[in-house]
Antibody
Framework: EVQLLESGGGLVQPGGSLRLSCAAS????????MGWVRQSPGEGLEWVST????????YYADSVKGRFTISRDSSKNMLYLQMKSLRAEDTAVYYC??????????????WGQGTLVTVSS | EVVLTQSPGTLSLSPGERATLSCRAS???????LAWYQQKPGQPPRLVIY???SRASGIPERFSGSGSGTDFSLTISRLEPDDFAMYYC?????????FGPGTKVDIK
């Protein structure tokens, strides 16, 4: 059974940094692209970032480009999202998600429960 | 950037009725790389349809997807109580892999 467990969320001041982690299990981590999707309170889903199975290919939404960095550690089956220069509009639940294949051109077939990031002074 | 528009914003129906949700793309999608997700309050999204028309694992046959190019739809043939939720479409052909704003299916 695929399991994705996010951690690292919390309250951070504007301009601050935070690193989200996602522990993956139940599948061959190296063989799948992974991504982050966020959802602001009461709002819809927003795709944030995607990384290929080898970690060499990454994609970012314009809203986070240059501020967020996605990475993965295949030896630990971990996905990360390093966030810096955080803004109030980054406040959201951040979901870790698994793609159906080792390609961003596939659907997100498994999701974690999410971790809440609140950016406020 | 592909912009997805979903309609209606809210669909109020009774159990047993048919639901048809629309997702329109601002440009033709690459090889129908379109997915539908269901989300209930306090829960993560769940994949329902991928490739515009393929049901995800564990999804009941009453869910079907169709469309191509710029116009896509999700149909729930006979609504069951468990189907009342938000539904989002997403394209995944080219970055950015945007989501639509969602359609809420609620009980009439």
């Amino acid at each position: 059974e695929v399991q994705l467990l996010e951690s690292g969320g919390g309250l951070v001041q504007p301009g601050g940094s935070l690193r989200l982690s996602c522990a993956a299990s139940g599948f061959s981590f190296n063989n799948y692209a992974m991504g982050w999707v966020r959802q602001s309170p009461g709002e819809g889903l927003e795709w944030v970032s995607t990384i290929g199975g080898t970690g060499r290919t990454t994609y970012y939404a314009d809203s986070v480009k240059g501020r967020f960095t996605i990475s993965r550690d295949s030896s630990k089956n971990m996905l990360y999202l390093q966030m810096k220069s955080l803004r109030a509009e980054d406040t959201a639940v951040y979901y870790c998600a698994k793609y159906s294949y080792d390609s961003a051109r596939s659907a997100l077939d498994s999701w974690g429960q999410g971790t809440l990031v609140t950016v406020s002074s | 950037e592909v912009v997805l528009t979903q309609s209606p914003g809210t669909l109020s129906l009774s159990p047993g009725e048919r639901a048809t949700l629309s997702c329109r793309a601002s440009q033709s999608l690459y090889i129908n790389y379109l997915a539908w997700y269901q989300q209930k309050p306090g829960q993560p999204p769940r994949l329902v349809i991928y490739g515009a028309s393929s049901r995800a694992s564990g999804i009941p046959e009453r869910f079907s997807g169709s469309g191509s190019g710029t116009d896509f739809s999700l149909t729930i043939s006979r609504l069951e109580p468990d189907d009342f939720a938000m539904y989002y479409c997403q394209h995944y052909g080219t970055s950015p892999f945007t989501f639509g704003p969602g359609t809420k299916v609620d009980i009439k």
